[in-house]
């Protein structure tokens, strides 16, 4: 169990007072003046000569400075209290896990993207650590191929799946030389997703459904707890070419924005089209709501976007560590009263 101080400032205040008390105590008693009349008195060495009032006299001397040394542990036990002695919930820690819905654009137009984006999703999965994973195909409207889970084997299984499946289709040639048991696999695996006549990629609605895997997220509104809002994030890969949709991308991205669920994008379009209007705006309203852009045209999107994951989660993980900091005064306490019961006794002993 690892102890940390919630107030170590306390402690070190505490001792320089004390010891600014004890010299100042001990710099008055230095100057005080000796006025007192000068009278015959005995003298003390001779009154301690006798054998048994010798040994007395040693054991008061021996008690008076065992006591004088619990005192002073007795001080630092008390100001070690003071700066309040504190562990980490250990349930408060196992339970920062981040959330990561991964949200894939399925239209005709992705097509020749999406296995790529899938071998991307891989990637990015196999650098993971506890985080539970879903994934979302859309298209005109939502499909979960597998809800959140920690089971990375069954990720890893039905991305590369997935994968395989969209490559035999990657083409034109590759969809005329298609086997009919592939087509439909196909078929299959984008069921669900193509429920809305004249319709097709609607991008907004397709975030929206994905970010209603997240827990808390529903409809229209944002009834995630603040406990929840920053553990969540979504990927989403899209080519930016979108049909006319209920939700906007910026509308979407302000729901899941007002929720904490952080959105980075993954352009995965023809590279001819990454400096087009659309998707400059698609870059500004994901950058604008906190997220982070890549584009698979770039050098390595998976590594920064798994290290862009990575810092996030660090940054959260070590926030929620500072609020699930609990006092833990037990054996501090308990110390500081044995001590007290040690002083008083030796105390009472040298009062007789």
């Known amino acids: 169990m690892n102890l940390e101080w919630h107030w170590p400032w306390a402690c070190v205040i505490g001792l320089v007072v004390a010891i600014v008390l004890i010299a100042a105590w001990q ?114 409207t939502s499909r979960t191929l597998f809800p959140l889970t920690d089971d990375y084997q069954l990720v890893s299984g039905q991305l590369k799946n997935a994968s395989d499946i969209l490559a035999s289709i990657s083409s034109q040639d590759k969809i005329d030389n298609t086997d009919p048991r592939t087509l439909q696999k196909f078929s299959d695996l984008i ?54 949709s209920t939700y906007t991308l910026g509308s979407a991205l302000d729901l899941t924005h007002k929720a904490g669920i952080v959105v980075d994008g993954l352009y995965a379009g023809p590279e001819s089209s990454e400096n087009d209007r659309t998707t400059i705006e698609m870059k500004r309203d994901i950058t604008s709501h906190g997220g982070s852009y890549f584009s698979v045209h770039s050098g390595k999107p998976i590594e920064n976007l798994v290290q862009t994951i990575e810092k996030r989660k660090n940054r959260d993980e070590n926030r929620i ?32």
């Open 27 to 140: 710099l008055v008693g230095m100057r005080r003046p000796d006025k007192s009349p000068q009278i015959p008195v005995f003298d003390l060495d001779e009154d301690l000569n006798a054998e048994h009032v010798g040994e007395l006299f040693r054991q008061w001397r021996v008690l008076n400075r065992v006591a004088v040394v619990v005192l002073a542990l007795a001080l630092l036990v008390s100001l070690a209290t003071v700066s309040r002695p504190s562990t980490v919930d250990e349930a408060d820690e196992r339970a920062s896990n981040r959330d990561i819905v991964l949200c894939l654009d399925v239209s005709p137009s992705m097509l020749s993207y999406d296995h790529e984006v899938l071998a991307s999703y891989q990637r990015l999965v196999s650098n993971f650590k506890g985080e539970r994973i879903g994934l979302s195909l859309f298209n005109s």
């Open 191 to 244: 069921e669900g997703t193509q429920n809305r006549k004249d319709k097709t990629s609607l991008i907004g609605d397709g975030l929206v459904s994905c970010a209603a895997m997240l827990p808390g997220f529903t409809f229209g509104s944002t009834n995630r707890s603040k406990d929840d809002a920053g553990k969540a994030s979504i990927v989403l890969a899209t080519d930016n070419f979108s049909g006319k």
């Open 321 to 352: 560590r500072k609020a699930a900091l609990v006092d833990a005064p037990g054996w501090w306490t308990l110390a500081l009263a044995l001590l007290a019961v040690i002083w008083i006794s030796l105390a009472w002993r040298l009062k007789r």
